[in-house]
């Protein structure tokens, strides 16, 4: 054995080195910790909270809708989605093409969902494709064995029973929109379906109901492993509409083919009874994420299906605005009921002819006869006498030109014109001669068929105008308590009840009386009473008559009216684009309608033509 | 040659690795509870009892008479890496496992101690004020040929902790300064010339290391959710088995190499201090000892293995938290692993053999 070890200074001196350099090292790496787990542990802490819980959506039913009779509208159904188990599988391409095959799915978009889970993890399953069929489902099942990636999801779809059945009055379902999420970030998540338009819009929250949460624990393959909380979904509530079924049918039935909207009222409480916007889209291509193809082709579609015709687009309202301008004349003084208007023809006001509708003129006619036969140029003398001033504040009293305040959204206003109007607007003055043209309905005056319905119910009410409105209730399926709609009206003007009488005369004469330009539509027993009205789409008289012109250059139709006359029970307005008459195409239809509201069978007629052929009278 | 019998025996070293050891079979068992290796804490705990018999046998033995035979033990310590270098099974990439039944073995970590041993047998017999060029041409050779061999398995970790024995060759055995720049320069452009020859994933857990963000669902994984357990952990952590990162296997290799962030999570910062001080403590008594060493043999014995012990230490500590790259080195007595545990305590009980023969005339 060698000696005793006994230089020592350098070795010792560098051991006490060392020494320091230990402890500074333990020192240093305590600090580490202390940083990590003191100064940030409060940020790793959520970190490790957020790793491994999770919160899992419990969808909340939506409510279901339902017409003022009990017939479903819109409910849920369940709907089937394929899911890809990306850590199932061994060859995800091979996975893909599996499905694709099987389910016959577009590769595109296959490969545009797989895309979008790239830099989910694994444990995030692909939504492949939605809305199997029961029969796909069973294929899917079926190869179980072969394909462990595979799984089926069950989801809940909104299901529109009837189709494009009053589809832009009920609405759809889409995803949130980035905008919508940003607005009620704590009730939607992207991807969450919430109401767009009509009702499903208006009413989103009492439908929806509350989405439920699950907090999950779960491990690092995402795999559930216990569940922390959950709270309950609140299902949506279910919604009970105005609307009548059967009276919503037969106006679909009349605009299979036809361009145009229509409005049925309870004149006393607003409800709405049917509202139609033709032509239509079936809102279940939204439920199932239509393709980009079918949305092009929605929005790109020239006739605009998803637009509300009845309460969004407005149109001169022709002579179905007589009926108004015949109230006013009388309440204001202007006319008596005795008074007497000559119609040749034509007349001349402001140094400009104006023609009556009836080259040949009307004769001596009173205010009854003029609103039976539609006489223009009483109607000029009366617009004269009025003045635009005045004809515009009853125009406005009647709720013209402002919302009626329907539960629906995008509701448009229309336009009163007035000479403010002209010189902000048009930055040109009002001319005379325009009033005239005003007092039959035509120039720069803008209505919607709900607002002609509104202002007719407003009238036969004898100045009190229902708020039109479609909720009717609301059910609460969990406490079982209803919510009902509280009927609110206005009364804006007092109409007299001896004015009322003559102007209801005579738009009952209208209809039930020989020259009254919707004669053909009278039905024994149905009392229809109301106004018929075209509006000319081209410029100033074209001495064409109307069904010779292209169907984009014909007259649209009016009719507006109630039934029965005394008491009435039902107000309706159907405007057809397009339709040229409003005797021949309206009429028919707000007749149909209100005999089967009333209960009131229309008798077979042999004279009875089909409305294509209704030009050869030439009554507007 | 006389067992126990009025000889010094280092308590303090003795329990601090006792407490360390008792700390580690409770984080083996968290770390292992709810998988299917239930058996591996009874088994952890065996290799245990192997180790603990291997520490007192060394402490008993004379390390003189090892030191006698370093040379032929350091030959033998070799063959199994040669071997395992031709015939080896890869595990996890590398092949340094030898399988004997249902056991498998790192031979590197003999190898390692054998080379501890020759290390000091080296400097036994240098006794110059300066180390001499011959003397350091052994010295690199001792440690370079196994470095090498565990290097081509390839386990780039697991060779790195061949190094802490040239250091403290090169530091205690007063290499000249001018040596150290030269070395230096040679490690620099070496490191430069070396990357063309790791493995792909070992480049990865390079690039990984400098920015783990860029890699989050494979290498960069690991570091943030040993990061997010140890940070989660807080001052007094989140309980026994209730540590949520390693209980629901978001910590990965938790009961080998990342044993360090179960203890962090589940015990805290206080657990943290603990296990630090009980470390710091090993380290530090062991240095004090190798000051008191009879011999430069038995001082460079202790001084050699404590260094590749605090180097695991500290290595292993420091990539919970992204200090150091993440290249599987276990943390010495806490992590899982047999061999590891085994050889550690060999490792302890060749320091406490070195201790109790401090004087002379023993």
New interface residues.
């Given amino acids: 054995?060698?000696a005793?070890?006994e230089?020592?200074t350098?070795?010792?001196w560098?051991?006490e080195i060392?020494?320091i350099v230990?402890?500074i090292?333990?020192g240093l790496?305590?600090t580490?910790?202390?940083y990590?787990?003191?100064a940030?542990?409060?940020?790793?802490?959520q970190?490790?909270?957020n790793?491994?819980l999770r919160s899992v959506a419990v969808t909340a039913a939506r409510g279901v809708i339902r017409d003022r009779n009990g017939v479903i509208l819109a409910e849920n159904r369940p709907a089937f989605s394929l899911y890809l188990y990306r850590r199932e599988t061994k060859n995800l391409a091979a996975s893909i093409d599996a499905a694709i095959e099987t389910l016959g799915l577009a590769r595109e978009d296959v490969e545009r969902r797989v895309a979008r889970y790239r830099t989910y993890?694994d444990f995030v399953p692909i939504d492949l494709a939605d809305n199997l069929t029961v029969g796909e489902v069973a294929t899917v099942e079926s190869r179980s064995v072969d394909h462990p990636e595979f799984a089926v999801g069950v989801g809940q779809q909104r299901f529109y029973t009837h189709g494009s059945f009053a589809a832009q009055a009920l609405g759809y379902l889409s995803e949130a929109t980035t905008v919508q999420v940003a607005a009620a970030p704590d009730r939607y998540r992207p991807g969450d379906p919430i109401g767009q338009r009509g009702i499903e819009s208006a009413y989103q929250d009492l439908l929806a109901g509350r989405a439920g949460e699950r907090r999950i624990?779960?491990?690092?393959?995402g795999h559930e492993?216990a569940e922390e909380s959950h709270s309950d979904p609140i299902p949506g509530r279910d919604l009970t509409l105005s609307i009548d079924a059967r009276l919503q049918s037969v106006a679909e039935d009349y605009f299979k083919d036809r361009v145009g909207s229509v409005v049925a009222i309870d004149p006393k409480t607003g409800e709405v009874l049917a509202i139609l916007s033709a032509p239509s889209y079936d809102p279940n291509l939204f439920s199932r994420r239509m393709t980009a193809a079918e949305w092009s082709q929605l929005v790109e579609n020239p006739a605009k299906p998803l637009q509300n015709r009845a309460i969004q687009n407005v149109y001169s309202p022709g002579s179905a605005i007589k009926a108004f301008m015949a109230e006013a004349g009388l309440a204001g003084g202007v006319v008596s009921p005795d008074t007497k208007v000559y119609c040749s023809g034509s007349a001349t006001f402001y140094g400009r002819t104006f023609h009556c509708w009836r080259k040949e003129g009307h004769g001596s006619v009173d205010l009854h006869g003029a609103v039976r036969g539609s006489c223009d140029v009483y109607f000029y003398t009366l617009g004269q006498k009025m003045g635009l001033a005045r004809i515009a504040s009853a125009m406005q009293a009647f709720g013209f030109g402002e919302l009626t305040g329907i539960d629906l959204p995008n509701e448009k206003k229309g336009l009163v014109p007035t000479e403010e109007w002209s010189l902000k607007s048009r930055h040109v003055r009002w001319y005379p001669s325009e009033t005239i043209s005003v007092a039959i309905g035509q120039g720069p005056v803008l209505v919607s068929a709900l607002q002609l319905a509104h202002a007719m119910a407003g009238l036969v009410e004898g100045g009190r105008f229902p708020r039109p409105h479609l909720f009717l209730s609301a059910e609460d399926t969990q406490s079982g308590n209803r919510y009902r709609y509280v009927n609110q009206s206005e009364q804006r003007l007092s109409i007299e009840p001896a004015v009322l009488e003559r102007v209801k005369d005579a738009l009952w004469a209208a209809v039930n009386e020989p020259g009254g330009t919707a004669y053909l539509s009278r039905v024994p027993g149905l009392d229809l009473c109301g106004k018929t009205g075209s509006v000319q789409v081209v410029g100033q008289k074209d001495t064409k008559k109307s069904h010779l012109l292209p169907y984009e250059k014909r007259d649209h139709a009016w009719f507006v009216g109630f039934a029965p006359k005394d008491d009435p029970k039902i107000v309706i307005c159907v405007f057809i684009e397009h339709g040229e008459h409003g005797a021949s195409a309206a009429a028919p239809l707000a007749r149909d309608l209100a005999a089967a509201y009333l209960g009131v069978a229309i008798p077979e007629r042999p004279g009875e033509r089909p409305p294509g052929a209704a030009a050869q009278t030439g009554q507007p | 040659m006389r067992l126990f019998g009025g000889r010094h025996f280092d308590w303090t070293l003795f329990f601090s690795i006792i407490a360390l050891l008792s700390i580690g079979i409770l984080l083996v068992a968290s770390a292992t509870s709810g998988s299917r290796n239930k058996d591996l804490t009874t088994r952890q705990a065996m290799w245990m009892g192997i180790g603990i018999l291997a520490m007192v046998g060394m402490y008993a033995l004379d390390y003189r008479v090892l030191l006698k035979f370093s040379f032929v033990i350091y030959l033998v310590s070799l063959a199994p890496l040669a071997y395992l270098l031709v015939f080896g099974h890869r595990i996890a990439h590398v092949r340094s496992w030898i399988r004997v039944g249902n056991f498998q073995f790192q031979p590197a970590e003999i190898t390692k101690l054998a080379a501890a041993l020759l290390m000091a047998y080296l400097f036994e017999n240098e006794e110059e004020a300066r180390l001499r060029p011959a003397a350091f041409a052994k010295l690199f050779a001792i440690v370079l040929v196994p470095f090498v061999m565990v290097f081509l398995q390839p386990d780039l970790g697991l060779a790195l902790t061949f190094l802490p024995l040239l250091v403290i060759g090169m530091y205690f055995g007063s290499l000249p300064w001018r040596w150290w720049a030269a070395l230096a320069l040679v490690l620099v452009m070496g490191a430069g010339a070396g990357w063309f020859f790791l493995k792909d994933y070992q480049k990865q857990r390079i690039t990984t290391f400098l920015q783990p963000e860029t890699d989050l669902k494979g290498a960069g994984y690991q570091l943030r959710q040993s990061k997010i357990a140890v940070g989660s952990g807080g001052l007094f952590g989140k309980g026994f088995r209730k540590g949520t990162q390693s209980q629901l296997r978001f910590l990965p290799v938790r009961h080998t190499d990342f044993i360090f962030a179960v203890l962090a999570e589940e015990f805290g910062f206080v657990g943290v201090l603990m296990v630090l001080s009980l470390y710091a403590a090993v380290v530090l008594r062991s240095l004090r000892l190798a000051s008191h060493a009879r011999d430069r043999g038995g001082a460079f014995l202790v001084l050699g293995l404590i260094a590749c012990f605090g180097f695991s230490v500290i290595i292993n500590m420091g990539m919970m938290i992204g200090v150091f790259p993440t290249t599987g080195i276990p943390l010495p007595l806490l992590s899982y692993g047999g061999s590891s545990v085994a050889t550690t305590l060999t490792a302890m009980g060749l320091v406490l053999s070195v201790e109790a023969r401090r004087f002379a005339n023993v």
């Fill in positions: 054995m060698k005793v070890f230089d020592r350098g070795f010792q560098r051991l060392s020494f230990v402890s090292a333990f790496m305590a580490a910790y202390w990590i787990q003191i940030r542990g409060d940020y790793y802490f970190l490790s909270e790793n491994r993890f624990i779960v491990d690092s393959f492993t």
